[in-house]
């Protein structure tokens, strides 16, 4: 199970803005680049300027933006011809980008680890490196959980909640992140079983 299962529904609730973009003129590698530009200065300005917590109320905020950015550009490729292979490297790397500078910041929330926030980034690029290589064995391109980028999304964009309310983590708090790499490996794992039974 994923968050990812629920796209559809809400690519249907956004599909008369998409068209709306198409008429004005938008192109989906325009809305690809514009996530990746607003979640990369949004993650180096929480991760170098150090504001106050509240400033992580911007995390999940942006996240659910963000989402619905990521589908805006998927449905003007897909739907009304936009499709490029410049899109298809865009949209895999700046999403690896995004995620890496939108998790920066909570290097610095302690209790959490610098060195397993880091890892949980290795991993989740990884995770998105294995979905995108099931094409290159005859499978599709694997979206399969349990911490995939929507997942990771919610995960974070809740913990970005959270510490905006203020509220102090918990001690216990600090196994969270060494938690969030297992799950993110086991999803590389998942992904490259399964490319392989779909490849078979």
């Not at 809400?10 to 325009?30: D, E, I, K, Y």
């Not at 993650?43 to 109320?57: E, Q, T």
């Not at 979206?143 to 964009?157: E, I, M, N, T, W």
């Amino acid at each position: 199970m994923s968050i990812y299962e629920l796209k559809p529904r809400f690519q249907g609730l956004l599909r008369p803005l998409v068209g709306r973009l198409h008429a004005w003129g938008v192109t989906a590698n325009q809305v690809t680049l514009a996530a990746c530009v607003v979640s990369v200065a949004l993650g180096l300005w929480l991760f170098f300027a150090a504001p106050s917590p509240a400033a992580f109320g911007l995390i999940p905020a942006w996240m659910f933006v963000r989402m619905a950015f990521n589908a805006i550009d998927g449905m003007l490729a897909r739907e009304h011809g936009q499709q490029s292979r410049l899109g298809a490297f865009l949209n895999e790397l700046t999403d690896v980008v995004s995620d890496a500078a939108l998790y920066l910041p909570f290097a610095l929330v302690p209790p959490f680890s610098p060195f397993w926030v880091g890892t949980v980034i290795v991993l989740a690029g990884l995770s998105e490196f294995a979905g995108a290589l099931g094409s290159t064995v005859g499978a599709s391109r694997r979206y399969d959980g349990p911490l995939g980028k929507s997942d990771r999304a919610f995960v974070f964009g809740a913990l970005g909640l959270y510490v905006a309310l203020g509220w102090p983590l918990p001690g216990w708090a600090a196994w969270l992140m060494p938690l969030a790499a297992a799950l993110v490996a086991w999803t590389v794992a998942n992904r490259v079983r399964r490319a392989l039974a779909e490849a078979a």
